[in-house]
């Protein structure tokens, strides 16, 4: 929204002062009559711009030879047209797109994840490995380091640690932050004993800040271990697909716990319920407040509890003594039995459904053809009933904004022929200026495939600036060819002036507007990455709609014209008739 009401201000305050200043100034600045050429000699700014006049002349002298072979070989002209347009449009699935590209913030992160029960000591040798094999990096600024992180809200755990690499700035390096993390993942892959993931950290993740997967997908269902086996083979078929890496499930398995199974039979024959086993078990091992102790006005609560060799073992557990109401004591170990297992630390729902996420990061390829190739390898996979999956993250935002804005380009493109339609007083010449616009769209895709972006949401911004710009070209051929033919010129005679006066202020908008968006293109600096895609749109575009336009607008004034008479000639004979049955009768 900014964006757009910069330009539009922008052009209003400069239509303002081409309408008011420049007259003026020209009135004051410019000379009148005939001017003299001077003949410049020997290497100075004058006899560039002489050199550049001649060009321009010379490159003015063949389009017009272009234009009447245009003019009189119609057919040709339109087919190639249409073949270039069709496989221009068709770059659209080799450009690829994604939600936005990928900025070079300069930071990544390393987790590392080891068995349950590893203790700090074990923790810190694994992390000292990585933190060495992370020194190595010259392009390093900063590291922070986190071994066994406590449990807390946002589910870290004791056994996971964390490395925080900062990154120098980006014109202080010769190397990427993707190339550097790549480096990174295969040092730590020869690593035992430790899961370890290595993600670089993005603020333009579908999800929120941090290192959000790009490829982010759900699967719904009741039963979390079917839950879990799911998300285990979807896990195994991304990791297949070219381009993936890191792919992890949010399924943790947990602690490991200890769970106490009554027998009831057992249990019912003493008299003893497991609310009796479960206060036992609590104050043997977690204590139970016995007194609070006074001394100098402070309160001190004085906790009872059994020593600690009962929780050095499950069997020692066994023994722990359970009062029955007939005055027996009897061991926990002959009521009930103690089973090990896992539990998840954490249980997902969206909507009250349980749900279980897949995600992966991207390296070398673009968001929707990784995303085509993995909906295509799920469509064999059979799903239980009650199960469903879909993606999610920069996918759906990726969706949704793509469809926004080609909803805008639609109305921009209906708007600017309204516009020129009130501003012709005619429904076919502008029908004539809009055909510069395909050519605009097919020469973006051009310059996004010969730049190696895909499509993204800056892109799309810049098509839609785009459909704006490129139709000034046509407005001012097209104005000039009907103020020619207003004067009774012929058709061709109108059409080659036309050219021969209007060719230098085309190519001067086009020029001035392409060199001004060159420094964006190249996408340099903090941020670049992001206005990049932008620029090469609207470089691309207006570079072939310029070249097309100045020969293809010609022949369909042409083709319209002619229709435009035909229809006339025919309207003017039937009401001809007419008049003549009346004039019979």
Same mark, same amino acid.
């Given at each position: 929204?900014?964006l ?26 410019l ?145 990427t ?6 480096e ?48 285990e ?6 990791k297949?697909?070219p ?96 089973e ?81 339609a ?20 097919? #020469?973006? %895709? @051009?310059?996004?495939? !010969? &730049?190696?972006?895909?499509?993204? *949401?800056?892109?799309? +911004? ?60 190249l ?9 990049a ?7 691309? #575009?207006? %570079? @072939?709609?310029?070249? !097309? &336009?100045?020969a293809?607008?010609? *022949?369909?004034?042409? +083709? ?26």
């Amino acid at each position: 929204k900014e964006l757009s009401f910069t330009v539009a201000f922008s052009l209003l305050a400069s239509l303002i002062v081409s309408l008011t200043v420049v007259p003026m100034l020209a009135s004051k600045i410019l000379e009148t009559g005939e001017v003299k050429q001077r003949k410049r000699t020997g290497f100075s700014l004058g006899k560039m711009l002489d050199l550049f006049s001649a060009a321009i002349l010379g490159v003015s002298n063949l389009y017009q030879r272009i234009v009447r072979y245009t003019i009189h070989h119609r057919k040709i002209t339109i087919l190639g047209a249409v073949v270039l347009l069709v496989a221009s449009f068709s770059l659209m699935g080799v450009v690829g797109a994604e939600f936005f590209p990928k900025e070079d913030e300069g930071s990544f992160t390393v987790s590392i994840e080891l068995p349950y029960g590893t203790s700090l000591e074990e923790s810190d040798k694994i992390v000292s490995e990585i933190e060495k094999i992370i020194e190595k990096i010259p392009e390093k600024e900063t590291i922070t380091t986190t071994i066994g992180s406590q449990l807390n809200l946002m589910g870290g755990a004791s056994n996971t640690s964390s490395i925080m690499v900062e990154l120098k700035s980006v014109k202080d390096r010769s190397r990427t932050t993707e190339e550097i993390v790549s480096e990174v993942r295969k040092e730590v892959e020869n690593i035992a004993g430790a899961r370890i993931t290595v993600t670089e950290t993005s603020s333009m993740g579908g999800g929120g800040m941090g290192s959000a997967a790009a490829i982010q997908l759900e699967i719904k269902g009741d039963d979390i271990e079917l839950l879990k086996t799911i998300g285990e083979d979807f896990q195994e078929i991304i990791k297949s697909i070219p381009g993936t890496v890191e792919v992890e499930t949010n399924m943790v398995e947990g602690d490991p716990e200890a769970r106490i199974k009554i027998d009831r039979k057992k249990a019912s024959f003493y008299g003893i319920t497991a609310y009796n086993l479960a206060n036992v078990l609590s104050a043997s091992i977690d204590g139970l407040k016995a007194t609070t102790y006074k001394v100098d006005g402070d309160e001190i609560d004085v906790n009872l509890m059994l020593s600690d060799h009962v929780k050095e073992s499950v069997e020692n557990m066994k023994q722990i003594l359970i009062p029955s109401p007939t005055g027996q004591m009897v061991p926990i170990g002959q009521i009930a039995e103690i089973e090990y297992g896992n539990s998840p630390s954490q249980i997902f729902r969206n909507n009250q459904v349980r749900t279980v996420q897949v995600s992966s990061q991207l390296v070398g390829r673009d968001l929707r053809s990784v995303t085509e190739d993995i909906q295509n390898r799920l469509e064999t996979y059979s799903m239980p009933s009650g199960y469903t999956y879909n993606f999610t993250g920069q996918q759906q935002d990726m969706e949704e904004a793509f469809k926004s804005l080609g909803l805008a380009l639609i109305l921009s493109i209906a708007l600017i022929y309204m516009i020129l339609a009130s501003q012709f007083e005619s429904l076919i010449h502008p029908l004539t200026v809009m055909f510069s616009v395909p050519f605009a769209l097919s #020469g973006g %895709l @051009l310059g996004l495939f !010969l &730049t190696g972006r895909a499509l993204s *949401v800056p892109a799309l +911004i810049g098509f839609i600036i785009l459909a704006g710009i490129v139709v000034n070209n046509a407005i001012v051929l097209v104005d000039y060819i009907n103020q020619l033919r207003a004067k009774e010129y012929e058709m061709e005679e109108a059409i080659i002036t036309a050219t021969r006066h209007r060719f230098r202020p085309i190519m001067m908008t086009t020029l001035t507007t392409v060199l001004g968006l060159v420094p964006l293109s190249l996408g340099l600096g903090e941020g670049g990455a992001t206005q990049a895609p932008l620029a090469t749109v609207v470089i691309g #575009g207006l %570079l @072939l709609s310029t070249v !097309l &336009t100045l020969a293809f607008i010609p *022949v369909m004034y042409v +083709i319209f014209d002619n229709f435009v008479q035909k229809i006339k000639s025919k309207w003017g004979k039937r009401k001809h008739r007419k008049f003549e049955t009346k004039e019979s009768l």
